[in-house]
């Protein structure tokens, strides 16, 4: 398949592909298929964000509702439209750029630091659950290497919302990712089965409540140099943990000890 990747001011069509730029003049049609519909829907969606009195300008400073009907209306270009490979999202995402209101966009925070990826990303969330989080939490948790590469956390985060009190607070947010990336680091989390890497979402969220409690004053850099460090010791305690050898609170309880 192809995407347009660029409009120039004279109104002509870069094509791009995961094969290489250009394409058969059938994927290109779909292309140009692909681009209007991305231009209608977001016309579309404009009419509908002011319809709701959700504000898109780049001075409001919590968009989440803006951005989850934002990745809703792509999320239905994706999943209804047979227009868009799964391998050329990437690419997708661009054609997006191109005409989504400015009041939308952010800048990329890096090659997989997609904006409008999160967005999309967000959307797959029901809506009374996005808005748990303001935005820079959700970006904080998507940013996380053991987060941004692993669809499978949003179903884990999905039943924490529901069940965990205090679960989506900005504190336990901050600390959760904290917890998690010095639990998995190192750690290829496509080589681990889904109790395996639950095991370790539900470690590093015990771990996160549990110093909480305590009351660490975890927004310190000591802090967060004793906790990778306390980790870094219980090495061996983290592949108990995801081997199901022990208990994600007894993982909590012997890191929570050492800091």
Not at 178 to 201: A, H, M, P, W
Request: contains cysteine; positive net charge; proline residues 2%.
């Amino acid at each position: 398949m192809a995407i347009i990747v660029e409009i120039d001011k004279n109104g002509k069509y870069l094509f791009d592909s995961i094969k290489g730029i250009g394409g058969s003049e059938e994927d290109k049609k779909k292309a140009i298929q692909l681009n209007e519909l991305v231009k209608k829907r977001l016309t579309q969606l404009t009419s509908r964000l002011k319809s709701l009195k959700i504000v898109v300008e780049n001075r409001t400073r919590n968009k989440v509702k803006a951005y989850w009907e934002f990745g809703l209306a792509l999320r239905k270009i994706v999943l209804e439209s047979d227009l868009v490979d799964p391998s050329e999202k990437k690419l997708f995402w661009l054609n997006v750029r191109i005409h989504a209101p400015e009041g939308l966009l952010a800048k990329d925070r890096g090659p997989n630091r997609i904006h409008v990826a999160y967005c999309f990303r967000l959307a797959g969330y029901p809506k009374k659950f996005a808005l748990k989080r303001e935005w820079s939490e959700w970006v904080y948790l998507f940013d996380s290497p053991f987060i941004n590469y692993e669809e499978r956390f949003d179903e884990w985060d999905k039943t924490k919302i529901v069940k965990e009190k205090n679960y989506t607070s900005r504190e336990n947010t901050r600390l959760f990712i904290q917890c998690l990336n010095s639990i998995l680091n190192g750690v290829e989390t496509k080589d681990l089965n889904d109790e395996e890497l639950f095991r370790c979402y539900d470690g590093s969220l015990k771990l996160s409540k549990k110093l909480i409690d305590e009351n660490y004053q975890n927004d310190s850099d000591n802090f967060k140099f004793m906790l990778k460090k306390a980790i870094a010791d219980e090495i061996n305690s983290v592949g108990k943990l995801i081997s199901g050898s022990i208990k994600p609170e007894e993982l909590a309880k012997v890191i929570a000890t050492k800091i």
